[in-house]
């Protein structure tokens, strides 16, 4: 695994050398850093000024430490910042968390607060247990399968 993540850093830095972009980069960057503990959220479900907050606090994050070095933090904190929701996306949720969005809580009425807690979920935010693209940003209604 760590392996493949490597060689994924260097591809992703070589294709930014000849020629690629550093968003491509940040991309590969974000989808390792952040999607090791729970699926790497797409940057369209938060607005600017959450994810500004949500990077500025990773030693603190949601009961954990995920802090990265600096420049890691500053790459993927950019590229969130240029990708990051806006029109009915840029509401900043309590906690900065897109399972608290008022959008969020709209979509998942029909899903139960117990529904949430069953042990093959953990939480609202574990996204990809039901919705099995969401890494790639496919939430698509039809798709969702919600595991006993
Ligand atoms: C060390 C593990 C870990 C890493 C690494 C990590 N997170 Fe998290 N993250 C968590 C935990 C734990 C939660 C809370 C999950 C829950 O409530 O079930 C969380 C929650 C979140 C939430 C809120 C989810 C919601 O809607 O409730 C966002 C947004 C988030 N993380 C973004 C990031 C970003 C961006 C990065 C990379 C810079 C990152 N995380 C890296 C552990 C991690
Ligand atoms: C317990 C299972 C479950 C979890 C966990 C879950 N969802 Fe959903 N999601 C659903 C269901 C069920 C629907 C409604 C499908 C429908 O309307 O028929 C839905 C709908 C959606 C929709 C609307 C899709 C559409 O086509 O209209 C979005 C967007 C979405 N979820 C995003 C998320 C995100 C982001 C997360 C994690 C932060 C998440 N979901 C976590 C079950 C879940």
Redesign the pocket.
């Known amino acids: 695994m760590k392996k493949f993540s490597l060689s994924l850093v260097v591809a992703a830095t070589l294709a930014f050398s000849f020629g690629g972009t550093a968003q491509a980069a940040a991309n590969v960057k974000h989808q390792q850093?952040?999607g090791?503990?729970?699926v790497a959220?797409p940057p369209g479900l938060?607005p600017a000024a959450s994810w500004a907050r949500?990077?500025g606090g990773?030693n603190k994050?949601?009961?954990?430490?995920?802090s990265?070095d600096e420049s890691t933090t500053r790459d993927?904190g950019n590229w969130?910042q240029v990708n990051a929701g806006s029109g009915r996306r840029s509401e900043e949720p309590p906690q900065?968390?897109?399972?608290?969005s008022n959008w969020f809580v709209r979509q998942h009425d029909e899903v139960s607060a117990s529904t949430f807690k069953r042990a093959s979920i953990?939480?609202?935010?574990?996204c990809s247990a039901c919705h099995a693209g969401a890494a790639k940003g496919d939430f698509n209604e039809h798709a969702v399968r919600i595991p006993k």
């Open positions: 850093e952040c090791s503990c729970h959220y938060l949500i990077m990773l994050h949601f009961g954990t430490d995920a990265l993927i969130l900065d968390r897109i399972s608290k953990g939480s609202a935010a574990n």
